[in-house]
């Protein structure tokens, strides 16, 4: 039989072992993440990410037995040739290039760039960026617009915003362009 030191057992549940509560939120933009905060302030401990892959990043545990040896280190991801938007450091990245995007342009390319891809009318764009139901003036989106293409063409892709007349905006890639009605 063995003996076992007291001192070393602690007393009550392992603390490894207890439920805390912790609320994980997922909005896409800073203004929509701290509105979020400040509701739930002192509810729970809170987690804000801006899409569900940078929640998984986060959580992604990786699993390791004790006593194993250490996992290869993982290389790093090709480059995609997607356009990524980081909205932690309001940041339009493609390849290797990236450029910086001001609160008004990052709010209007997540919104263009929103799965499914639409059109947006000016209204919707409007609310969604500005956030004021009342003012609805073209020239502030198509000013901000001519900023956003031109550093669309700064990084090189082939991702542009376009008119749909009478209509509004969307975001097209016209390297590969949609088959289909979509």
């Not at 992604?60 to 990524?84: F, H, K, N, S, T």
């Amino acid at each position: 039989m063995r003996d076992v030191d007291e001192s070393a057992v602690p007393d009550g549940p392992d603390p490894a072992e207890e439920l805390y509560p912790l609320v994980i939120a997922v909005a896409p933009s800073p203004a929509e993440r701290l509105r979020l905060a400040e509701r739930l302030d002192g509810v729970a401990p809170l987690l804000l990410v801006a899409d569900v892959d940078e929640l998984r990043r986060l959580i992604a545990v990786p699993r390791q037995l004790p006593g194993a040896a250490p996992a290869p280190p993982i290389p790093p991801e090709p480059v995609d040739d997607a356009l990524l938007i980081d909205s932690a450091r309001s940041t339009a990245r493609y390849g290797d290039q990236e450029v910086t995007l001001t609160r008004l342009e990052h709010d209007l390319l997540t919104c263009l760039k929103a799965e499914p891809v639409r059109v947006w009318s000016y209204a919707e764009l409007h609310r969604a960026v500005w956030r004021d139901e009342r003012l609805e003036r073209r020239a502030d989106i198509q000013s901000l617009v001519k900023r956003l293409r031109r550093k669309l063409g700064e990084l090189g892709t082939g991702v542009t915003i376009d008119a749909v007349r009478g209509v509004g905006l969307r975001l097209t890639d016209h390297r590969r362009p949609r088959v289909g009605g979509g």
